[in-house]
């Protein structure tokens, strides 16, 4: 769930390849590198010289892919928006460190050939933290975000999984604004692009204290943030404090369903004025992700509440068929099971399990009729459980039942 805008709070605020051919590769790579080295000063640049070699600057297009590729490998470098800043020098440097080769920093069309050849078997970053303190990693055994996961909230926003690393997530929403995140609920905004305004943050937390904050306990951290427009220099840095408390488990009703939350509560101090003072995400487990959350100004009057509608995995990378087929399950027991009764779904092509359990129907006020559901999503038989909790309506005359605010087929 996207965190509010830090300053203007505007808008919405997780080596395969066989040996032999990985040894291809490599003796491949070793000879463009002996080419490199064997490259003379009178050859021009991007003729004759090998692809990984070329020396030439890359645009701000090809800046932007090298952004990218360096995310999806975990490197860091804020936003994908073709600006070679700090943040993108220091992590084209890690990239650079942990593949072995000079560190200049430098982007070039050189570093983007090598990226994209190698994407397959990206070295991954070393334990090297790109801001002061990371957020705990999720557990290998669990179901996190998927690429393509999407959120669907009561005000018409949708916010859909781009990439995933080890401890946070891309996003982009439906208005086209993308933001990174940690995967630990409550934590500031890495970074975000919100049109021309951009931004990113470090956090600076006590390790020793656990996150989230154990119950009724508090856990404080500061916050430094820097934004700026387009590609303008004039940068606007903001120091502050958060405070953030574990007040416990709440009853939480959204249109998504009726929730056992974790209210996670933080303040920052000092805040700018007109927006957020405190906000607090009500989080579920088992769900991964937050199904409410509250701004509040400085005398606890509420300027902001996001109310999840729906939670609806992405599966970016399944088959066709595995998509369909989910899809059709989910209809059939919205149009057929009675409230409380489960319909068991599998597929075999990616090995997962599902359950599909409707837990209420109702009409809304234009009687329309609607029912509120969970999907299941499991590894096998008895691996772990990703929770997708939904509200779908059927309009009259019609036989498919459709996700509100997101007007297509539920599932």
């Known amino acids: 769930m996207k965190h509010s805008h830090p300053t203007t709070e505007g808008r919405r605020d997780r080596i395969p390849a066989g040996n032999a051919w990985n040894c291809a590769r490599a003796l491949l790579l070793g000879l463009g590198l002996a080419l490199a080295a064997c490259a003379t000063d009178e050859q021009s640049p991007g003729s004759d010289l090998p692809a990984f070699s070329d020396p030439r600057p890359a645009d701000r297009q090809e800046v932007s892919e090298i952004q990218s590729l360096l995310a999806e490998r975990g490197y860091d470098p804020g936003p994908a928006d073709g600006i070679a800043g700090r943040r993108t020098v220091a992590a084209i440097k890690r990239y650079q460190s942990d593949a072995g080769l000079p560190e200049d920093g430098e982007p070039t069309v050189g570093l983007l050939a090598r990226l994209t050849a ?16 990371e957020a705990v990693p999720m557990a290998s055994d669990e179901i996190g975000y998927q690429p393509g996961d999407r959120y669907v909230y009561a005000d018409g926003l949708v916010e859909t999984v781009q990439r995933v690393g080890m401890d946070r997530v891309s996003w982009r929403d439906s208005n086209g604004d993308s933001f990174t995140a940690m995967t630990a609920v409550g934590l500031p905004l890495v970074d975000w692009g919100y049109g021309t305004w951009l931004g990113r943050s470090e956090t600076a937390r006590d390790e020793s204290a656990p996150w989230p904050p154990m119950p009724e306990t508090e856990a404080v951290f500061d916050v430094r943030t820097e934004e700026w427009t387009g590609e303008g220099d004039d940068r606007q840095v903001t120091d502050a404090r958060w405070t953030c408390r574990n007040d416990g488990k709440r009853k939480v009703q959204v249109p998504a369903g009726r929730f056992d939350a974790i209210a996670i509560s933080c303040e920052r101090s000092p805040a700018p004025a007109g927006v957020w003072q405190r906000r607090v995400w009500f989080s579920v487990p088992e769900i991964g992700h937050p199904v409410r959350r509250d701004d509040l100004d400085g005398a606890g009057i509420e300027l902001q509440s996001a109310r999840l509608v729906a939670a609806l995995p992405g599966g970016k990378d399944w088959p066709p068929a595995v998509r369909a087929g989910l899809r059709a399950a989910v209809q059939e027991a919205l149009s057929t099971r009675p409230v409380g009764r489960e319909t068991a779904w599998r597929s075999t092509a ?13 009409r809304d006020s234009d009687g329309m009729l609607c029912r509120t559901y969970v999907l299941t999503r499991r590894r096998g038989d008895t691996g772990p459980r990703r929770l997708y909790p939904a509200l779908a309506c059927k309009p009259a005359g019609d036989t498919i039942w459709r996700t509100p605010r997101l007007e297509t087929p539920a599932g």
Do not use: H, Q, S
Request: aromatic fraction near 6%; charge should be negative; hydrophobic fraction near 45%.
């Open 118 to 133: 190698t994407a397959d078997e990206a070295a991954r970053p070393v334990e090297r933290p790109a801001m002061p303190v």
């Open 350 to 362: 990616i090995g997962d399990n599902f359950t599909i359990l409707v837990t209420r129907e109702f």
